[in-house]
């Protein structure tokens, strides 16, 4: 496609008024289907990327306008605009490890680099150990303090609204129940916020890393839901991990950790996260929306049996 409007473009140059009209019409819907054709082939994590690159070409549009109008303000701001947006997804990508180019032609998965190699030779450093819904409806009943951690599992799974029942449950029975965001939660600043708005999670209890993080460690259970790379204790203590100094939330200072994952697949960053192997973590696998669904179950259960 992109051949296609080069070669239109040429031909719309080298003619004349009325027969370059056909050129420019097929070159105009060419790149359309091009336009939606690279953006539908990104994935949504990461979105944040080809939202900045898709400025940075606006720039370069309209750049190149001022070379043909001879409007040096044009040029000048559309040059900024361009290489700024260029320079922002360039760097959104070395921070979460991932390959530019991987992205924009929408590729998934880890960078093709030598750090994930490197994350991928490591032995695993521990043993996992898994939990049913039931023992965690339980182990969430015994607490006295919870700490939700959302992530982008939980959007994709839609399972914010039956999460928003659990802390209701919860907090009937006197537990204490908050919600932790990390700042690029979701891949997008504000993302979890807004989600958990529409499950009408009150404002007062959803708060943020800086403020909740002193917290963990007289935090009875921290919750887990689709959250990877934002609870890696690596990001903090590993000089040799792609995400070291990243901030993070430290849910692995809570009494227990409750991790809801679909598998033991790396994160967007593409390494591993120690988290998954420490002793007081709890790994429940599968679908965020079934196993959240399963442990609402089971509170209510458990919630009619202490009413009767």
Same mark, same amino acid.
């Given at each position: 496609m992109i051949v296609v409007c080069l070669l239109m473009g040429g031909r719309f140059l080298g003619a004349t008024s009325e027969a370059g009209l056909l050129p420019l019409l097929v070159m105009t819907a060419v790149a359309g289907v091009l336009g939606v054709h690279l953006v539908m082939a990104i994935g949504g994590a990461d979105m944040p990327v080809v939202v900045s690159m898709l400025n940075s070409y606006s720039g370069w549009a309209a750049a190149a306008a001022g070379f043909m109008l001879d409007n040096d303000l044009l040029i000048i701001t559309g040059a900024l605009v361009g290489s700024s947006g260029a320079i922002l997804s360039y760097i959104m990508c070395r921070a979460m490890n991932r390959s530019f180019v991987s992205v924009i032609l929408g590729g998934f998965g880890a960078d093709e680099g030598a750090a994930p190699a490197r994350q991928a030779t490591r032995?695993? =450093? *521990?043993?996992? #150990?898994?939990? @049913? @819904?039931?023992?965690?409806? *339980?182990?969430?009943?015994?607490?006295? @303090?919870? %700490?939700?951690?959302? *992530? +982008?599992?939980? !959007? %994709?799974? =839609? !399972? =914010?609204?039956?999460?928003?029942e659990i802390a209701q449950?919860? =907090?009937?029975?006197? %537990?204490?129940v908050r919600f932790a965001i990390h700042p690029v939660a979701g891949r997008l600043p504000g993302h979890m916020n807004v989600l958990l708005a529409e499950a009408k999670v009150p404002y007062d209890i959803v708060l943020g890393m800086e403020e909740i993080n002193d917290d963990f460690p007289t935090t009875d259970l921290a919750l887990v839901i689709g959250a990877n790379d934002i609870v890696n204790p690596g990001a903090l203590d590993d000089t040799s991990s792609?995400? +070291? *100094?990243?901030?993070?939330?430290?849910?692995? #200072? !809570?009494?227990?950790?409750? %991790?809801?994952k679909r598998s033991m697949a790396s994160g967007y960053a593409g390494v591993e996260n120690p988290l998954f192997f420490k002793e007081n973590?709890?790994?429940?696998?599968?679908?965020?929306?079934k196993n959240v669904d399963a442990i609402l179950l089971e509170l209510r259960s458990n919630a009619a049996l202490a009413a009767a």
């Amino acid at each position: 496609m992109i051949v296609v409007c080069l070669l239109m473009g040429g031909r719309f140059l080298g003619a004349t008024s009325e027969a370059g009209l056909l050129p420019l019409l097929v070159m105009t819907a060419v790149a359309g289907v091009l336009g939606v054709h690279l953006v539908m082939a990104i994935g949504g994590a990461d979105m944040p990327v080809v939202v900045s690159m898709l400025n940075s070409y606006s720039g370069w549009a309209a750049a190149a306008a001022g070379f043909m109008l001879d409007n040096d303000l044009l040029i000048i701001t559309g040059a900024l605009v361009g290489s700024s947006g260029a320079i922002l997804s360039y760097i959104m990508c070395r921070a979460m490890n991932r390959s530019f180019v991987s992205v924009i032609l929408g590729g998934f998965g880890a960078d093709e680099g030598a750090a994930p190699a490197r994350q991928a030779t490591r032995e695993p =450093q *521990g043993e996992v #150990k898994p939990i @049913s @819904s039931g023992d965690a409806a *339980g182990l969430l009943e015994e607490a006295r @303090s919870v %700490v939700i951690v959302p *992530g +982008y599992g939980m !959007a %994709v799974a =839609q !399972a =914010q609204y039956p999460l928003y029942e659990i802390a209701q449950l919860l =907090q009937n029975r006197g %537990v204490r129940v908050r919600f932790a965001i990390h700042p690029v939660a979701g891949r997008l600043p504000g993302h979890m916020n807004v989600l958990l708005a529409e499950a009408k999670v009150p404002y007062d209890i959803v708060l943020g890393m800086e403020e909740i993080n002193d917290d963990f460690p007289t935090t009875d259970l921290a919750l887990v839901i689709g959250a990877n790379d934002i609870v890696n204790p690596g990001a903090l203590d590993d000089t040799s991990s792609p995400i +070291y *100094g990243m901030p993070v939330l430290e849910v692995w #200072k !809570a009494a227990t950790t409750i %991790v809801m994952k679909r598998s033991m697949a790396s994160g967007y960053a593409g390494v591993e996260n120690p988290l998954f192997f420490k002793e007081n973590t709890r790994m429940l696998f599968g679908d965020a929306k079934k196993n959240v669904d399963a442990i609402l179950l089971e509170l209510r259960s458990n919630a009619a049996l202490a009413a009767a």
